[in-house]
C-alpha cells in the first residue's frame, strides 16, 4: 500500500464525494479557486476570536494556525485553532459559511486534524466545528476515528491502483464542478 501523505482536506472531500480526491490526485484535475471562495475562506480573525470566546474553558490557552504532522497516519496541515485545556487538546476548525446542521464531511476533517493533534498534544475528547452561524461539539469516538483511518486507506488504495471510486450520482453533482470530468455522471 502506498505511502502517500494526505491531508484532512482529502478526508474532507472523499466524505463528500469519492470522486473528488481520484480527480485531485490521480487525474491531477483541481477546481480552480474562484473570487468567492477566496472571500469566503478568509474569516476574519475578530469573528474567529469572537466564536472562540464563546468555546473556550477557563484555564485554558488558543494556538491558532497549528502546522500538525502525523508519521502514525501519514497526514499533514494545518488546524485552524487548538485549544488547550487541562482536559486535553480540542482542535476547531472554522467555516466560512452557513449551516443549520453538523455536515459530515467537515466532521470527519475534523476527526482528522483531532487524531493528528493527539500525536503531539494528548489524547482529545472533544472538537469545535464553528460555522458563521453556530458551533458544534464533536465528540471524538473510536468510531469517528475508524472511519477516518478507513477513508486514508481507500483513498491510498485508490491512488495505487488509479481506478475511479464506486459512487452514486445524487443532488450535489448538479452544483459540482467536477461534474463535466466524472465518471458516474456522464
Known sequence: MSET???????????????IPYM??????VEPVTDS????????????KEMINKIQPKNSKVLYNVPLKSEKYKMRGVADAIIMSPRGPSVVEFKAIKSKRLQKHHEYQLVAYTMMAEEQYGVAEESYLVYKNRY???????????RVKDILMKVRKMI????????????KCRTCWYRKLCSETI
Open 136 to 146: 458544534f461539539k464533536v465528540k471524538i469516538t473510536e468510531d469517528k476515528r475508524k
Open 37 to 48: 471562495m477566496s472571500i469566503g475562506k478568509a474569516l476574519a480573525e475578530e469573528e474567529k
Open 160 to 171: 495505487e491502483n488509479e481506478e475511479p471510486p464506486p459512487t452514486q450520482p445524487s443532488r
Open 24 to 29: 485531485m490526485l490521480v487525474l491531477g484535475k
Open 5 to 19: 501523505w494526505l491531508s484532512p482536506h482529502i478526508v474532507r472531500q472523499y466524505a463528500f464525494c469519492p470522486q
